[in-house]
């Protein structure tokens, strides 16, 4: 659906360098990163905002490297949504469709004419219709649009007198109008408060599900991503570091950079060296964990390399009597509570084995019956599967 | 939900007070201070001219020179701000949101004429159609030197500035993100600018337009060295004020300028009303 090649845009001291990306038709692509990373700058680079210094931006198969925004035939919300503040909430989703309809030659970019029926799912945000209504009137379209996103009575109020979640479904509602190939989010929910944004959040996926449309969602909040991602694209000072879907993210990160951002808890430093089928890790104060093979760059396991160790907290297992039976490749640890963080639903305990400190989740129940406190005596157990190995 | 946002003020004590009553004294000052001199030309009107000579002052005050002067004030600011407005929008938007080598010197040749005493805008006129190129525009038919349209022109160049600053104030107030949104749903970048942005801008231009006026109305200096002051010809307010007073009429001089204090106070009414959106 999306494909980028090598593309490259620098302003001032910041660059995009070498973005490759590909998102699928019909996908729920996040791009994840820190604040400055570029993402926003990488989605303007979509829209055609930014004319890129070098590389080819594709859009259904089409080279659309140099056409205007007007001809990608995306729709765009941007991060702080900028509704045209003299306009009506109405007049506001109106907006592109009044142009098509001054315009309508515009909207064939890449030679596909207006009203063809989508070849494939995820080709572009059209409602659900009855056949032969597809010329209907745009009053009607708007009406739909609205009751839609659940903006119908708040159709005469200009955007200043609308909150902050209100403001967003105006402007994806505004971008759907256009039946875009592509719908890009720049942060969509970030302005807004955790309960709304979990909810905005359900509403977009609901929306991509039964329209099989293609989504790009910027934001730097993992949970958000989360909540929404088919697959997730990180990316920090201007490069695609990662790309893959949430669960490989997060228990096989490429580096330590993202096993940051994907809140892996426990990133230990290792001196890691062959040891069987299995491969040792040395860890701080001569701990010694398995790990998978499987899990390591291939240069490795055969000498000794320092790299370095995640284990994730919500693998490991804690139990406060010491286990009979422990599984081949899995390591027991023990060690002393320091810490107890209540989350809510879950609780994370800090667990100091000898010079380690190391992080354990467990759910709110399972803690309960574990009725284990902080300087108590336990025991970890963790699986050769659950380490996985990173070069330092 | 969204809720009228209103002006907070917080907890203060005798200092905070005390520091608001000094803020506010200099307000009342200035205030005062121009009040007293507006009150002291109504007074000098009202006592000087008497309840026994009012038919002959009200028949001075509506003879035809000033009423000629009026309509030629009003008429000539009025082209005036239309034609400074084809240059404000444009040079406002472009110097708001374009960026290009020496854009800055751009910028202060720009302000230039606010600073400048406004009597060497009409010297300089004067020296410029003296050279070969001015001197071929008038050949062209264009005849400023001590015509009408050379009011227009003094009024242009001494007043636009005033106009194009506030108009590029608006666009910078304007986030282009606004308009890139109306280019991805399908607009070109000049079809954004009309639909978006300059209607988005309307009250900046409104501003800016009153400001161009009232600038306009009042100049004087430049008009007597360019286009001089021949009355029912070239003489506008300002002129008739001169004029009146230097033939020894100094309460119809104060007479015409109370009449131009009101036609400007109505305007820098209108420019907070519209500017700042009260009712």
């Known amino acids: ?392 | 939900m969204f809720t009228e946002p209103r002006s907070t003020t917080p907890v203060v004590g005798l200092h905070g007070r005390l520091f608001a009553a000094s803020m506010l004294a200099f307000v009342g000052l200035f205030v005062v201070g121009l009040a007293a001199l507006v009150i002291a030309d109504v007074a000098y009107v009202v006592t000087d001219v008497g309840p026994a000579n009012l038919g002959d002052f009200a028949a001075v005050l509506f003879s035809a020179e000033i009423r000629a002067a009026l309509w030629l004030s009003i008429w000539t600011s009025t082209v005036t701000v239309i034609i400074g407005l084809i240059f404000a929008v444009p040079m406002g938007y472009a110097l708001s949101r374009y960026r290009f080598p020496g854009r800055a010197v751009v910028d202060s040749i720009v302000d230039l004429p606010i600073i400048l005493p406004p009597l060497v805008v009409g010297l300089s006129l004067l020296v410029f159609f003296q050279t070969d190129a001015g001197r071929w525009i008038e050949a062209a038919g264009l005849k400023f030197v001590f015509q009408t349209k050379g009011i227009i022109l003094c009024q242009l160049l001494v007043s636009a500035s005033f106009g194009i600053r506030a108009v590029k104030l608006t666009f910078d107030g304007i986030d282009p993100r606004i308009e890139q949104v109306a280019m991805t749903l399908g607009c070109t970048h000049p079809g954004a600018f009309f639909r978006v942005a300059l209607p988005m801008a309307r009250r900046g231009i409104i501003v800016g337009g009153i400001l161009i006026w009232t600038r306009a109305l009042g100049i004087f200096g430049p008009l007597m060295v360019f286009v001089g002051a021949v009355r029912m010809r070239t003489e506008v307010l300002p002129t008739t004020i001169y004029l009146e007073q230097s033939i020894g009429r100094i309460e119809v001089a104060l007479a015409v300028a109370i009449l131009m204090l009101l036609l400007a106070a109505a305007a820098l009414v209108t420019i907070r009303m519209v500017g700042l959106g009260e009712r």
């Open chain 1, 1 to 392: 659906m999306i494909r980028i090649e090598q593309l490259n845009f620098a302003v001032g001291q910041f660059a995009l360098s070498d973005v490759e990306l590909h998102v699928r038709p019909g996908e729920y692509f996040v791009l994840l990163g820190p604040t400055g990373s570029g993402k926003t700058l990488l989605l303007e680079c979509i829209c055609g905002l930014n004319r890129i210094d070098s590389g080819r931006i594709f859009i259904d198969d089409i080279d659309v490297t140099r056409l205007e925004p007007r001809n990608r035939r995306l729709g765009y919300v941007p991060q702080d949504y900028a509704l045209f503040p003299h306009k009506t909430v109405r007049g506001n989703i109106g907006f592109g469709l009044r142009l098509r309809e001054l315009s309508k030659n515009n909207w064939v970019a890449g030679g596909r004419a207006e009203g063809d029926a989508p070849a494939t799912p995820g080709h572009r945000f059209a409602l659900p219709r009855p056949p032969n209504t597809i010329h209907h009137d745009k009053s009607q379209r708007i009406d739909e649009l609205m009751e839609m996103v659940g903006v119908t009575h708040l159709a005469d109020r200009t955007p200043q007198r609308l909150s902050g979640g209100e403001q967003q479904r105006v402007a994806l509602a505004r971008a759907l109008a256009v039946e875009p190939r592509v719908l890009l989010l720049d942060e969509p929910v970030s302005a807004l408060d955790e309960q709304t944004r979990e909810e905005l959040c359900r509403g977009l996926k609901r929306l991509q599900q039964n329209t099989h449309a293609t989504v790009v969602h910027v934001c730097h909040n993992f949970a958000e991503m989360l909540s929404v991602a088919d697959r997730v694209g990180i990316i920090d000072r201007g490069r695609i570091i990662q790309v893959g879907a949430p669960s490989e993210i997060i228990n096989r990160p490429v580096n330590t950079q993202v096993a940051r951002f994907t809140q892996a808890g426990n990133l230990i430093p290792a001196g890691a060296g062959p040891g069987g089928d299995r491969l040792r890790l040395v860890c701080p104060g001569g701990i010694e964990l398995p790990a998978e093979k499987i899990s390591v760059p291939s240069c490795l396991g055969k000498t000794i390399a320092a790299v370095t160790a995640m284990v994730r907290p919500e693998h490991i297992r804690l139990a406060v009597d010491a286990p009979k039976d422990v599984p081949p490749g899995t390591t027991i640890l023990s060690g002393t509570i320091s810490s107890v963080t209540d989350f809510g639903p879950t609780v994370k305990l800090g667990v100091v084995c000898g010079e380690l400190e190391l992080f354990v989740s467990l759910g709110k129940r399972e803690y309960n019956e574990r009725s284990v406190g902080v300087r108590d005596h336990v025991h970890l157990a963790i699986a050769s599967e659950d380490v996985h190995v990173m070069m330092s």
